[in-house]
């Protein structure tokens, strides 16, 4: 089993504690949390072990699991990937893109992997459907939530929208060619609320809207593509697929058949896969365990959370530009 320890105990970093303990895949060594306080509470309630220090956590493990504050990732990661440990770094990967590339070429040169935590690509709805999102050319997100102020330290758009940036660049095959964007401060000292257009040189575009403000919470994704519609639904775990196809020469009684304005008929099916329900971050955990006992490349890379983070710095800086 691989040996595995947590830095940060906040809300998330315990809820990786508590999967990481059931995986039959690691060895939960301890964690270390830089709140003392908190962290003996955590270690009192829980039974982890606790460490006094970042050092003496990393010499005791195989995996660095990074759930700190998005301003201490970058560090974090530095010292665990100089002493030769792979990282999974909770999203954002950083807080630049200076620091992101600078986490990749340490990566490639101390000869270790490591994950982004972008959990919707372990979401079982987004799974379901991934494979049948083939060349789409619109692409219309919300992603919606309730206020916390666990987060509002960085612009919602590196809260909550940097989920369908990687999401979509994940099934996107083109390089972005332009970003428009508009936000509003709200409750927060950065942006609350913000829109993003995103054009590909392909031709698709992508239209992104995220609150941290919002009466009701909501993560949708609509795919637009050559005859076929495709929804997910990141929060109820649910999908749609709907496909158009050329209409028999003679349908039968309950077949649906759209005529345009040419003549042409199509007729309308519905293909809506299976959802298998899963534990989103579980998955992801152990996926990356299976990257570095299998010698794999992770299902998100580092250079995937680093171009999310690129996308997301392009919005921000559209935003400014107002």
């Given amino acids: 089993m691989i040996k595995v320890g947590v830095l940060g105990a906040g ?12 995986s039959e895949k690691y060895e939960l060594v301890g964690f270390y949390d830089e709140n003392q306080e908190n962290g003996k509470k955590v270690a009192a ?42 990282v999974f ?6 807080t630049s893109v200076e620091e992101a590339e600078e986490i990749i070429s340490l990566s490639n040169e101390f000869n270790v992997k490591g994950q982004v935590g972008h959990v919707e690509r372990f979401n079982p709805a987004f799974i379901a459907i991934k494979n049948m999102v083939e060349n789409p050319m619109f692409i219309e997100t919300h992603r919606l939530a309730e206020f916390n102020p666990r987060g509002t330290d960085v612009p919602v758009v590196l809260d909550l929208m940097i989920h369908d940036i990687d999401a979509i660049l994940s099934v996107v095959k083109s390089k972005v060619k332009a970003v428009h964007a ?34 009701k919470n909501m993560r949708k994704s609509r795919f637009f593509q050559k005859d076929a519609y495709i929804s997910v639904d990141y929060l ?17 009684d309950f077949d649906m058949i759209l ?21 989103a971050i579980l998955d992801e955990l152990e996926s990356f365990a299976d990257a570095i006992n299998n010698n794999t490349t992770p299902i998100v890379t580092l250079q995937d959370g680093t171009e999310a983070l690129r996308i997301a710095y392009m919005i921000i800086d559209s935003m400014k530009n107002k």
Avoid: W
Wanted: aromatic share 6%.
């Fill in 11 to 22: 809300h998330l970093g315990k809820i990786h504690l508590r999967l990481l303990e059931q």
């Fill in 45 to 86: 309630e829980f039974g982890y072990t606790q460490f006094d220090t970042i050092a003496r956590l990393i010499h005791a493990v195989d995996v660095v699991d990074i759930v700190t504050p998005t301003l201490s990732h970058y560090k974090c990661a530095k010292v665990a990937i100089k002493s030769g440990k792979h």
């Fill in 89 to 94: 770094i909770e999203k954002p990967i950083a």
């Fill in 182 to 215: 508009s936000g509003i401060s709200v409750l927060s000292q950065s942006p609350d609320i913000a829109n993003a257009r995103i054009e590909f040189e392909n031709g698709c575009v992508a239209n992104i809207t995220s609150s941290r403000i919002s009466m």
């Fill in 236 to 252: 109820d775990k649910v999908c749609e697929v709907v496909k158009m196809k050329a209409a028999p020469e003679v349908p039968g």
């Fill in 259 to 279: 005529q345009n304005a040419e003549g042409d008929k199509k007729q309308i099916y519905f293909d809506n896969p299976e959802v298998a329900p899963n534990n």
